[in-house]
């Protein structure tokens, strides 16, 4: 059984189709529909895994120039893994972000690595980062505790340096000269470990569940069978959203590429089983003309409770549900609900699904305006 994590999917349809305009929208669509126009809205719901386990590791080391470096078995693949996983770490251990440095898919430098799929990086990663640096931040405090001749529970640190959280103006030491202190020819280092250093390791049996609403408006030209997204609008809980401006990037990267999969991208083949899509003349692909500005709402209504920091993936956030808003929009331009059964919505298919329409009775009273695609 699938057993979701957390989720307000009830709160979230409201805030989506708030943001949207919904009712002052569908009596814009009343009268353009009475001036022979076919506009329509559609309405999509999704529900995706993320974090894939089983799990993830890193090492935090901070050196005597108190540059920080976190190594990971992760990938980047243009998600800003790097960005996310310093952002994590600055927060965690209290140091200038600009200090750290990640270190990913060098085999040579970390003996386990999962790599990046399953919207796992954020998830996975970045819960092994906050764990390893949990662990480094209370190894140079507890170092700092002896050099300072301070209680454990007094210290802090703050921007790189150990301070007395119970003095106004007090005694500090920079993480640099506590690195400095843990080297292996150190007189101070004792019986701990050498070195500034931590691994931290996140572990985990069940996958977690962001979910969003899609929005949709279209228009559709009954001559040539073309379908303008004329509005558009993703509405997706995060749980944490650590660095928004990159989520929303995948949000809207991930809608061009659904779009191209909804009305454009189909491999075909001939009766001899031939390819028939083998240049980018015959495999159609959106470009920046057929992508419409897109609507973002990022919510953080249902942190995970299955990890500490709350989070989701976002991996899939933008693509999973656009063709079934962009199917349940035409349904509704064309006054045919359920009419659309097959993506992508091409122009030929779009203009045999209208000369049935001749066939059938107008527009069928509904008791809700809009369409719906589960």
Known sequence: DVIYDSGDYEGQIDKALT???WDELQIELKRRRAAGEMVGAGIAMMVEKTGLGPADGVRISVDTTGAVEVVTGSASVGQGVETVIAQICAEALGVDYKRIRVVHGRTDRIEYGVGAHASRATVMTGSATLIAATKLRAKAIEMAAELMQAPVETLDVVDGNIVRTDMVVGPSIALSEIAANLVPT?????GREPGLSAEGWSHVDHMNYPYGTNLAVVRVDPQTGQV?????LIAYDIGRAVNPMLIRGQIVGGFAQGLGGALLEEFLYNDRGEPLSVTFADYLMPTAHEVPQIEVLLLEDAPSPLNALGL???GEAGITGVGAAIAAAIDDAIGMPGAVTRLPITPQR???????????PARAATNFSGSFKA
């Open 350 to 360: 779009l203009k045999a699904i209208l000369a049935q329409k001749q066939e059938r």
């Open 228 to 232: 303008i997204i004329e509005r558009y």
């Open 19 to 21: 943001a949207f305009g």
């Open 186 to 190: 150190s007189k101070t280092l004792g």
């Open 312 to 314: 989701k993936g976002a």
